[in-house]
């Protein structure tokens, strides 16, 4: 039991950039998709009588920075406001959520505005 314990305080330490390498690793390895399963345990209980209701609230995630990873970069952090070293820390790792609950208008312009720059994007 002390080992779980020990192993529950590494994954609590982690750094963004271990956890951004922790998900792909469990993606590409073992086909596991750790955001996808967090919004799901999150949204799991909430959800409800929910389910057949159209979907109000989408989450942009980038997949790849593409070729132009600078301006994908200055446009994160735009987007965002994130600093410059966050948002080369969010297009490093990956895929990752660039922002989380928001209206469909919205994250498809960010999605536009993210692949015009040459980023590859999704919308869950």
């Known amino acids: 039991m002390a080992d779980l314990k020990d192993f529950a305080e590494q994954l609590v330490n982690l750094t963004v950039k271990e956890v951004n390498e ?9 086909g ?3 955001a996808a399963a967090a919004v799901a345990v999150a949204a799991g209980p909430a ?3 929910e389910a057949a209701e159209e979907k ?3 989450d942009v995630i980038l997949k790849a920075a593409g070729g132009s990873k600078l301006a994908v970069v200055k446009l994160v952090k735009e987007l965002t406001g994130l600093g410059l070293k966050e948002a080369k820390e969010l297009v490093d790792g990956a895929p990752s959520a660039i ?3 928001v ?3 919205e994250a498809e ?3 536009s505005s ?10 869950k």
């Open 109 to 111: 312009g960010l999605k």
């Open 47 to 49: 959800g409800g009588g």
């Open 114 to 123: 993210l692949e015009e720059a040459g980023a590859e994007v999704e919308l």
């Open 103 to 105: 209206s469909k208008d």
């Open 99 to 101: 922002k989380e609950g």
């Open 32 to 34: 596991i998709e750790p």
């Open 22 to 30: 922790l998900a792909t690793i469990l993606k590409d390895e073992y």
């Open 56 to 58: 109000s609230e989408f």
